[in-house]
């Protein structure tokens, strides 16, 4: 007997089993062809460290700064925002005076990645889409001086992350 | 001097040969009860993970091991010696094939061959308890103290339709050898005189064995891990393996007593051959027989949830045992009227 509440099948419990359902043994049966049944159904697991798991662009990995592949230049203006921004105070950003026409450029831009809890929001307030949330999940380090990631490790080209752009372009 | 000497030599082989798949037990059943899952189980250590017992032997050597502070420390060493000593004791009258001949000398396959087989399993497997019960009561821990009263009761309880069941064995197949029990299923298996009996075995032995869905001494979600909570290291392992040893052997019983043992019906392929070629398909089938019943401990560990303690009792004391003792009953009138 199935009736449908919130678009949910419920079912209702029957109390009046009859002799065959109230031996149990047959019923047990039934459940044990399903249990088997189950061992040939193909399996979800990823073997981590050989097949790695592609997030998809949604996913908040690691921040980082991109870069022109062509130029080589970052795209940050160092205006501090997300460092004003960052809810765990991650961000540490020097400025600093370019020849170029963005005139400003982070002398110094460190996150701490101790502190960084992914939350977005130094991408979400940045003006120049400089700083975006990549799709890299592995982040290891035996100290914390080592978790203090400098411009070294966090600028990125944007060709590498353009899945993650495309995806800020669709949601604005 | 060499019969002291053939029989120490079997006792050690048997034991070996107990360890052995007891260990490779312990991987198949990580790797099915994954594959239920969904999940893929080891499969790291060598090839589709089969070092993986060797590996687990290894780690759980070198773990520290932890005794509570209130403790009793003699009663906390003794319990998971009991355990296994009990586990591997029973292996003694169990017949895993007839005979090998070596140099014009008959060997049989069986360590201790007594005629009251059938009553020392009996009376071993209720002594298994006392490793139980005394674990739990040492530990100084409410947890524990529960797990062994649940084990307790719920052994002494099952322990009496498993007997009983198998009263209707004895009464088919007229001995209790159990090497004869074998030998007179060589036609037609047990089970087809004795299906209840077999059911109300195949019920006991997984309370007896405490596997799931009689798990009750070792409830994870209520009781931590149960009587063997306060244990660490290759005393925990003794325990581990004490459980796997019963299953084996809960196994090997049920196939001799209700499956024929290493006979299939109505065929004998023993009789022709060489006796030592025949031994070992007799060892082959037997286990294989066995694993078949390994394979359904299994299968119920992941299909029924675990009973509830009043559920076990009542299960135990107003289903079981007056069905074995109808079972005992109507076993009797028949022999006796046919
Ligand atoms: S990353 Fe963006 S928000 Fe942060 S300083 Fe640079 S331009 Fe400003
Ligand atoms: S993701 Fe959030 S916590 Fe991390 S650096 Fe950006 S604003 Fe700070």
Redesign the interface.
């Known amino acids: 007997m199935e009736q449908k509440i919130d678009g949910r099948a419920k079912i209702k419990r029957r109390s009046n089993l009859n002799l065959l359902e109230r031996l149990y043994?047959p019923e047990?049966f039934k459940?044990?062809t399903?249990?088997?049944r189950?061992?040939?159904?193909?399996?979800?697991?990823f073997?981590y460290p050989d097949v790695k798991w592609k997030p998809p662009a949604s996913f908040r990995g690691r921040p980082v700064l991109v870069y022109n592949d062509e130029t080589g230049v970052e795209r940050c203006v160092a205006c501090g925002l997300c460092a004003r921004v960052c809810p765990a105070l991650a961000i540490e950003v020097v400025a600093g005076e370019t020849e170029l026409d963005k005139e400003r450029y982070p002398k110094k831009f460190e996150i701490n990645m101790l502190r960084c809890i992914y939350c977005g929001l130094c991408e979400e307030v940045c003006p120049e889409e400089a700083i975006v949330m990549s799709d890299e999940y592995e982040l290891v380090f035996t100290n914390r001086e080592e978790a203090i990631f400098g411009k070294d490790k966090l600028l990125v080209p944007a060709s590498k992350l353009k899945e993650r752009l495309d995806f800020l372009k669709k949601m604005r | 001097m060499e019969l002291i000497l053939i029989a120490i030599l079997k006792a050690i082989a048997f034991i070996l040969l107990f360890l052995t798949v007891a260990a490779v037990l312990t991987y198949v059943e990580r790797r099915i009860s994954a594959f239920i899952q969904d999940r893929l189980g080891p499969n790291r250590v060598g090839p589709f993970g089969l070092f993986q017992p060797v590996a687990d032997l290894i780690k759980i050597l070198f773990k520290e091991e932890i005794i509570p502070a209130n403790a009793d420390k003699t009663l906390h060493t003794i319990a998971p010696i009991i355990s296994l000593f009990v586990a591997y004791s029973i292996i003694a009258v169990l017949p895993i094939g007839e005979k090998i001949v070596i140099g014009g000398k008959e060997i049989k396959l069986i360590v201790a061959d007594v005629n009251i087989g059938f009553l020392y399993i009996l009376a071993l497997s209720s002594m298994g308890v006392y490793g139980i019960t005394l674990s739990g009561w040492s530990s100084n821990n409410k947890y524990s103290l529960l797990g062994a009263l649940r084990a307790s009761a719920q052994m002494i309880s099952y322990e009496l339709s498993l007997g009983l069941s198998l009263v209707g064995v004895v009464l088919v197949s007229g001995s209790i050898r159990i090497d004869e029990i074998i030998k007179s299923q060589a036609n037609v298996w047990n089970i087809f005189y004795q299906p209840v009996g077999f059911i109300i075995f195949l019920v006991s032995a997984f309370a007896e064995t405490n596997r799931l869905p009689f798990d009750l001494p070792e409830a994870e979600p209520e009781l931590v891990a149960g009587y063997h909570t306060e244990y660490s290291g290759m005393k925990f392992g003794a325990f581990y393996l004490a459980e796997y040893t019963n299953v084996i052997t809960a196994s090997l019983l049920t196939t001799a007593f209700f499956l024929g043992g290493w006979y299939f019906p109505f065929i004998d392929i023993y009789s022709g051959l060489n006796p030592n070629i025949a031994a070992i398909l007799q060892i082959i089938v037997f286990f294989a027989k066995a694993g078949i019943i390994i394979f359904l401990f299994m299968l119920v560990r992941w299909t029924l949830p675990r009973f509830r303690y009043d559920q076990l009792m009542r299960l135990g004391w107003q289903v079981l045992l007056p069905l074995a003792l109808l079972n005992v009953l109507v076993t009797g009138l028949v022999k006796i009227l046919l």
């Open positions: 043994l047990i459940g044990l399903i249990t088997f189950q061992i040939f159904k193909p399996k979800f697991t073997e």
